[in-house]
């Protein structure tokens, strides 16, 4: 693979995981009861813990896909 098609594989990258975390976060925004319920029996994590956990869980997403595919893209953008 040259540096061209890793670039465009790092921008598909970004626009895809950014899309998951779209899609995650709508989710849970309009079904916040409904996932809160399933997420506390299944786990057994208490219901006034999983906001929490849900909102570190997409930062921490975030963060991932601007430091894994976004930083890189923007870095070899700028070098080619």
Same mark, same amino acid.
């Given at each position: 693979?040259?540096? !061209?098609?890793?670039?465009?594989?790092?921008?598909?990258?970004?626009?895809? !995981?950014?899309?998951?975390?779209?899609?995650?976060?709508?989710?849970?925004?309009?079904?916040?009861?409904?996932?809160?319920?399933?997420?506390?029996?299944?786990?057994?994590?208490?219901?006034?813990?999983?906001?929490?956990?849900?909102?570190?869980?997409?930062?921490?997403?975030?963060?991932?896909?601007?430091?894994? !595919?976004?930083?890189?893209?923007?870095?070899?953008?700028?070098?080619?």
């Amino acid at each position: 693979m040259d540096v !061209n098609e890793i670039t465009t594989l790092l921008g598909w990258c970004t626009v895809l !995981n950014m899309g998951v975390l779209a899609v995650a976060a709508t989710f849970l925004y309009l079904f916040k009861g409904l996932v809160i319920d399933i997420h506390s029996k299944l786990t057994g994590v208490s219901i006034t813990e999983l906001p929490t956990l849900y909102f570190s869980f997409m930062a921490n997403y975030k963060l991932g896909i601007l430091l894994f !595919n976004f930083v890189p893209y923007i870095a070899l953008k700028i070098m080619v």
